[in-house]
């Protein structure tokens, strides 16, 4: 009655630790993916920066035609 048999053994030890293993998995695939996109927005915000900065100058180099 309080004898435990090696199946149940394992299944009590083996299901949790598979369990575990399984969804730091998960979660290191997702920190990837975020990761990803948090590159691809610095990348745009980089684009988007770059394009005002040329819309600032030529918007000096018409305010200095006007002069």
């Known amino acids: 009655m309080g004898i435990v048999n ?4 394992y299944i009590a030890i083996g299901l949790p630790t598979i369990a575990v293993l399984a969804s730091l998995t998960v979660s290191l695939f997702q920190i990837s993916g975020i990761r990803e ?7 745009d915000i980089k684009l988007l920066t770059g394009k ?16």
């Not at 090696?6 to 053994?9: A, C, G, H, I, M």
């Not at 996109?37 to 990348?43: G, K, P």
């Not at 005002?52 to 002069?67: F, G, H, N, P, Q």
């Open 6 to 9: 090696n199946l149940q053994l």
């Open 37 to 43: 996109d948090i590159r691809e927005i610095r990348n």
């Open 52 to 67: 005002v900065a040329e819309i600032d100058t030529r918007l000096s180099l018409i305010e200095e035609r006007i002069k």
